[in-house]
């Protein structure tokens, strides 16, 4: 069983910025790489960025890239995605997910809110 738990969104207006964690507990060993993805109601959820556990590898959406930086603690078990210059669109629940070594994002947080004004 794997648990990861998500923190830190929130309301900001745009321009601001916000930090995400998430926490992995349980058995990560099997997983090779942390991502996050977000949803807009009405939209299909979206890849937004991850990171390797071991090399620390990092990929990102077009739409985040140069806004957004995904960052781990391996000793943790914790993924930060560290958001700024947030923009209207930018507005979604935000997930974690742990991908395996098959490439099957296998496991979900519940997600955190993240809320942009304008």
Excluded at 93 to 98: K, R, S
Aim: a positive charge.
């Amino acid at each position: 069983q794997v648990r990861l738990v998500e923190s830190g969104g929130g309301l900001v207006q745009a321009g601001g910025s916000l930090r995400l964690s998430c926490a992995a507990s349980g058995r990560t060993g099997s997983s090779s790489h942390m991502g996050w993805f977000r949803q807009s109601p009405g939209k299909e959820r979206e890849f937004v960025a991850r990171i390797s556990w071991s090399a620390g590898t990092t990929v990102y959406a077009d739409s985040v890239k140069g806004r957004f930086t995904i960052s781990r603690d391996n000793a943790k078990n914790t993924v930060f995605l560290q958001m700024n210059d947030l923009k209207p669109e930018d507005k979604a629940v935000y997930y974690c997910a742990l991908r395996s070594y098959d490439s099957r994002w296998s496991d979900w947080g519940q997600g955190t809110q993240v809320t942009v004004s304008s």
